[in-house]
Nanobody
Framework: QVRFAESGGGLVQPGGSLTLSCVASGFLFTSKAMAWYRQTPGKEREKIIGIDNISHTFGLADSVKGRFLISRDDNKNTVYLQMNNLTPEDTGIYYC??????????WGQGTQVTVSA
């Protein structure tokens, strides 16, 4: 069974940084692209950044350009999201998924990020 376990969220002040982690299981992690998604209040979940199986970044949303970085550790089946210079608009629930995996997997519980003074 495919599973995603996100962690690392929390409360952070504007301008601060946070690193999220996602451990994936149930599929061949090394062969698949991974991506981070975000659901902000009142909006649908959107993909904000991805990384392919040779660690090239793709699908970088304009809202996070220059601030968010994605990386992966294939030995740990883990993908990371480093978030810098956070703003209140970054508040939301962050999820990871494998965008090219078929059949389409479900979602993990996500991790809540709140940016507030």
């Amino acid at each position: 069974q495919v599973r995603f376990a996100e962690s690392g969220g929390g409360l952070v002040q504007p301008g601060g940084s946070l690193t999220l982690s996602c451990v994936a299981s149930g599929f061949l992690f090394t062969s698949k692209a991974m991506a981070w998604y975000r659901q902000t209040p009142g909006k649908e979940r959107e993909k904000i950044i991805g990384i392919d199986n040779i660690s090239h970044t793709f699908g970088l949303a304009d809202s996070v350009k220059g601030r968010f970085l994605i990386s992966r550790d294939d030995n740990k089946n883990t993908v990371y999201l480093q978030m810098n210079n956070l703003t209140p608009e970054d508040t939301g629930i962050y999820y990871c998924n494998a965008p090219t995996l078929l059949p389409r997997p479900g979602w993990g519980q996500g991790t809540q990020v709140t940016v507030s003074a």
